[in-house]
């Protein structure tokens, strides 16, 4: 049973413009998420995190918003560029301690 | 900065071989990890290491085994290939105390099993 969900295997968005990469999950123990971004051939990337007492963390270009009442998270990309053609995973962590659970990831195509 | 080696970028076995797939991390990270990665499902977690001499096993760790002597070295062992071993494998590790707890992956390694 997939404890992470990534329901949208592709997005295709304008150069510009807001992408939106949404994530579910079902085990009510996580709480803490990362997002790792991965081009072909090469090791995943870390972008940003948030732990489950925050419902919002920013850095850059990146904000994920958390909904522990929803078991959902999404990551924004404002405003997306074509380096940030790649797939993106979701992935979720019990604790600090604990293995990391990944999504199935999405694919994230930034058109001209 | 934080690097994850693996040992290949590439490898070719034979079916029935015995693999091994080596990590090697060079920040005195606890946590380490194995996963492999196939089109349409993801990484998918195949052991997981506390500490040294420590694992666990992940969502799919049938035909596989790992070895953790040392802190900085995870290795992967694929005891008979298998075609359905065909995948590409990533390494990763994670410090457990800080602020931060991402983990780190290595570059992955393409295992062909023909």
């Known amino acids: 049973d997939q404890q992470v969900k990534q329901n949208s295997p592709s997005l295709s968005v304008q150069e510009g413009r807001i992408s939106i990469l949404n994530c579910d999950y079902t085990?009510?123990?996580?709480?803490?998420f990362l997002w790792y971004k991965k081009y072909p051939a090469e090791g995943p990337t870390f972008l940003i995190s948030?732990?489950?007492?925050?419902d919002k963390n920013e850095d850059g270009r990146f904000t994920v918003f958390l909904n522990k009442s929803a078991k959902h998270l999404s990551l924004h990309i404002v405003p997306s560029q074509p380096g940030d053609s790649a797939v993106y995973f979701c992935a979720a962590s019990a604790h600090r301690d604990d293995k990391i659970i990944f999504g199935k990831g999405t694919r994230l195509h930034i058109l001209p | 900065d934080v690097k994850v080696t693996q040992s290949s970028r590439y490898l070719v076995k034979r079916t029935g071989e015995k693999v091994f797939l080596e990590c090697v991390q060079d920040m005195d990270h606890e946590n380490m990890f194995w996963y492999r990665q196939d089109p349409g499902l993801g990484l998918r977690l195949i052991y997981f290491?506390?500490?040294?001499?420590?694992?666990e096993k992940g969502d799919i760790p049938e035909g596989y085994s790992v070895s953790r002597e040392k802190k900085e070295r995870f290795s992967l062992i694929l005891e008979s290939a298998s075609t359905n071993q065909t995948s590409m494998y990533l390494c990763?590790?994670?410090?457990?105390?800080?602020?931060?707890?991402?983990?780190?992956f290595g570059q992955g390694t393409r295992l062909t099993v023909v």
């Open positions: 990763a590790s994670r410090v457990v105390m800080g602020v931060n707890t991402e983990a780190f």
């Open positions: 085990n009510s123990m996580f709480d803490y």
């Open positions: 948030i732990s489950s007492i925050k």
């Open positions: 290491s506390y500490d040294v001499k420590m694992k």
